[in-house]
């Protein structure tokens, strides 16, 4: 184990994603170099669209960066992994499961034993799987962020390959955050683990200098993820858009490369709204803040359809909320114990009740007093509560518990 003079330690960082697809692992690299500690983040290669952007912040981080080509030999070593571990049922090891559950897990873990570090942090589950081998090969602590709660999400199988992962590693972890507070009570409850509640906010500085106001005499909708997807509420919207009175527009940004921005737009054709749709390309991360502050609401339309989406709170609504745009929220348990800290910067529907939706839509889109009201609210949520200046602290907390801890025990 080596930690590098004169910092406070040495992080490694480990994703399976491109740097452009996650924004958390920025922030992360961000505020633990800027806090003194010697940061590397090992993240892939692989999205051929996000390169570019993946080269720009390289060049422009001062932190290192390590980057993991695809393996040709990835996907069948997965696809026979997958068949073992079938076979195996709820007793296999780690390094199994971890090349069952598909990823680079085994790429990733070559990269990361490479990079001298004190604590290896661990993003998704084929990070925290290849954090795990290069922790434990350098003698080094490990440390977890939970996006999301991947025990609630995919197949059986895949389900059952998390908690094999998660189960072994998980309670020698000396550092775990999660990005919503009941994916901590999931994880407090399965593995008795105390994880920081880390919001998926961003910089201030990616704020605009002041409130954007927006024309009154039009209400504009907005929504971005990297992928368009047809299980995040925008076909209710979309009905409910239909059936308003005040002329609401969409507004789709995402990357439309399994055709379901297609199928949408075939829907907004057959409900005669088309004009009112339009689908926007992918854009940089540290542009999503500025893009959505000319909008009048932002869609965090979250389903049911994995427990994952009913714990979840995604960075969607924390972009929105900075950039002063209030939050149209779907009642998942997450947002709805969310709601009463956003008073009228939010607004909650149900996806089963367009008309419901609809009604909300008009009502606020014909009420001046009522959108200036929820705009200044987003605008003093961001400011004040919900950026990355604020939250940084409760990551770093955690990483300066974990090696004051270490040397306590040393």
Not at 299 to 314: A, G, I, P, Q, Y
Not at 349 to 366: E, K
Not at 397 to 409: L, Y
């Amino acid at each position: 184990m080596t930690t590098l003079s004169p910092t406070r330690g040495a992080i490694c960082i480990v994703s399976p994603g491109n740097l452009a697809s996650n924004p958390r692992v920025l922030k992360e690299a961000d505020a633990l170099h800027e806090a003194g500690y010697a940061v590397t983040a090992v993240a892939c290669d692989y999205t051929e669209a996000l390169r570019g952007f993946d080269d720009e912040i390289a060049a422009s981080v001062d932190w290192k960066v390590v980057r993991v080509p695809r393996s040709a030999s990835e996907r069948p070593i997965g696809l026979l992994a997958g068949g073992v571990a079938k076979l195996a049922g709820t007793h296999m090891p780690v390094a199994l499961a971890a090349r069952a559950y598909g990823g680079p897990a085994a790429a990733l873990a070559r990269a990361a034993s490479g990079v001298p570090a004190d604590l290896y942090i661990g993003h998704y589950i084929a990070g925290l799987a290849a954090a795990g081998q290069a922790a434990r090969r350098r003698g080094a602590m490990l440390g977890f962020d939970a996006e999301d709660l991947h025990t609630g999400e995919g197949t059986a199988l895949q389900m059952n390959l998390v908690q094999t992962i998660e189960g072994v590693l998980l309670p020698g972890c000396r550092h775990v955050t999660v990005a919503a507070p009941l994916i901590g009570k999931a994880y407090r409850t399965r593995y008795g683990v105390e994880p920081a509640t880390v919001l998926n906010v961003f910089p201030l500085a990616m704020a605009p200098a002041a409130p954007v106001r927006t024309d009154q005499g039009t209400f504009r909708a907005y929504w971005f993820s990297q992928t368009v997807g047809l299980d995040r509420g925008l076909q209710a919207f979309i009905q409910a858009m239909a059936r308003t009175t005040m002329g609401v527009t969409l507004d789709i940004r995402g990357s439309d490369r399994w055709g379901h921005g297609d199928r949408l737009m075939e829907l907004a054709r057959k409900l005669g709204i088309a004009d009112r749709v339009r689908l926007l390309p992918m854009a940089a991360p540290q542009e999503m803040v500025r893009l959505a502050a000319d909008y009048d609401i932002g869609l965090s339309l979250e389903t049911d359809v994995s427990e994952n989406r009913r714990v979840c709170l995604t960075n969607k609504i924390f972009t929105y909320l900075l950039a002063g745009v209030p939050v149209l929220l779907s009642d998942t348990p997450a947002q709805d114990a969310l709601l009463p800290e956003l008073g009228a910067a939010a607004r909650i529907v149900s996806l089963a009740d367009p008309v419901g939706i609809a009604a909300v839509l008009d009502r606020l889109a014909g009420s001046p007093e009522a959108r200036s009201e929820a705009r200044d609210r987003a605008w003093r949520l961001g400011r004040e509560r919900y950026n990355w200046d604020v939250e940084k602290a409760a990551l770093l907390g955690s990483v300066e518990r974990a090696f004051a801890g270490r040397q306590v025990a040393a």
